[in-house]
């Protein structure tokens, strides 16, 4: 079974700045999707940024980018430029890509991490 | 706007009530799922539907009984739950189940607390 690890129970950052969170996954799989999803106050999940794992260039979305090393089964997002609305729970999710109903699309959760932002 | 709407937003409940949660999807997509979100477990899938076919249960007791009458539709029925049930219960939807390529749309969720 694949298992998804968030290190980090809580990240705080200055407006403008930086912040990256870390993830890392196990799976024997070799093909397959990983996600970050922003929780906030509200609850909704809302899709960041995803990746699959046959494209070796990292994604980006506007402020949003990845680490993505296939080798190290690692997946970190880097947050640029920070600000309040950025504030939220973040979680990193893993899929399978086995192409089956009853793989059923299942999204696999690390914990999550919450981002503080600093005015 | 969210195109998964979830009905109630809050639910406080008895253990021998029953109530159900609700959710709607304006995405006209064929697959809906039951996601659980506890305090201090990672969110946990529940149900998979695909074309209002049961294709995935993992593993969840018998007191939560789910319904998918249409593709937009879907119904999380409560029955005789424990505290340990009380958590936020996302609703989420993608174009198909087999095609591992979709993206997921979450719900706002529905709060329950089992008193």
């Known amino acids: 079974a694949q298992t998804v690890t968030q290190s980090q129970p809580e990240m705080s950052v200055q407006e403008a700045e930086t912040v990256t969170l870390s993830c890392t996954y196990d799976?024997?799989?070799?093909?397959?999707?990983l996600f970050w999803y922003k929780q906030p106050p509200s609850r909704q999940m809302i899709l960041v940024i995803r990746?699959?794992?046959?494209?070796?260039q990292n994604a980006t979305e506007n402020r949003f980018s990845v680490n993505f090393q296939k080798a190290a089964k690692s997946f970190s997002l880097k947050i640029s430029d920070s600000q309040l609305g950025d504030a939220a729970m973040y979680f990193c999710?893993?899929?399978?890509?086995?192409?089956?109903?009853?793989?059923?699309?299942?999204?696999?959760f690390g914990g999550g991490t919450r981002v503080l932002v600093k005015p | 706007e969210t195109g998964v709407t979830q009905t109630p937003r809050h639910l406080v409940m008895g253990m021998t009530n029953k109530k159900s949660l609700k959710c709607e999807q304006h995405?006209?997509?064929?697959?809906m799922y039951w996601y659980k979100q506890s305090a201090k477990k990672p969110l946990e899938l529940m149900f998979v539907?695909?074309?209002?076919?049961?294709?995935e249960n993992n593993s969840v007791p018998s007191r939560f009984s789910p319904e998918c009458p249409n593709s937009s539709h879907l119904f999380l029925h409560l029955h005789t739950l424990q505290p340990e049930d009380s958590a936020l219960y996302l609703c989420?939807?993608?174009?198909?189940?087999?095609?591992?390529?979709?993206?997921?749309?979450f719900g706002e969720g529905s709060w329950l607390t089992v008193v």
């Open positions: 799976t024997s799989e070799s093909d397959y999707y």
């Open positions: 990746q699959e794992a046959y494209k070796q």
């Open positions: 539907y695909s074309l209002e076919e049961r294709v």
């Open positions: 995405l006209g997509h064929n697959a």
């Open positions: 989420a939807s993608s174009q198909d189940v087999a095609v591992s390529g979709n993206t997921i749309y």
């Open positions: 999710a893993y899929r399978s890509a086995l192409m089956i109903k009853a793989a059923g699309n299942k999204l696999t």
